[in-house]
């Protein structure tokens, strides 16, 4: 037999085909336990690596095992002295030497490099030449000192002590406490 169907009516399954309800109708799967356990992991990865950078703050903070220990260098120097600069030749006094230490040792301190290092002139003396053209007076000082520092510092930064010239007044203040 021929079953007829109605357009615009919903179509009835026949009896055998009907589904019961269920008493109760089915939750929709909750998505917490999914969020617990991405926290959990996230969690322990970043206590994973709190452990590693605490562990390696050591190995970068670790001071040398072998103390640094006091050295001393003995060295000569020439300072050049302008032309217009009226110093006597001869040997420095125990005033000009010591006003001497003091510039070498300002300059020892203003270089990072250096700084905390100890300086102790020796001996100085002016030497001047004159140029007979022009009637002016130039030369240097020379002397010897010697320098205490940690075996921490380079040697080969005291060379900036042999690369200056000094100011006009240093050398006024000198000529001054030649008399």
Known sequence: MMQLQHIGYPQIPPADQIVPLEAEPKRPRLAWPALVGVCLLALGLF????????ALIPVYTRKDPTAPTIQTLASSFIL??????????????????SYLQSIFQQRLDSNRK??????????ASALAKTKRRKRQTAGSISGD??????????ATSFNTLNDFTLTNEQ???LQSLQN
Do not use: C, E
Not at 80 to 97: C, D, H
Not at 145 to 154: A, F, G, H, K, W
């Open 47 to 54: 206590l994973l690596a709190a452990t590693i950078v605490i």
């Open 80 to 97: 050049p002295i302008s032309s217009n600069t009226i110093l006597q030749a001869g040997a420095f006094n125990a005033a000009q030497i």
């Open 114 to 123: 250096t700084k905390g290092s100890t300086i102790k002139v020796n001996s």
């Open 145 to 154: 000192y010697t320098v205490t520092y940690l075996s921490s510092i380079r």
């Open 171 to 173: 050398l006024t203040q």
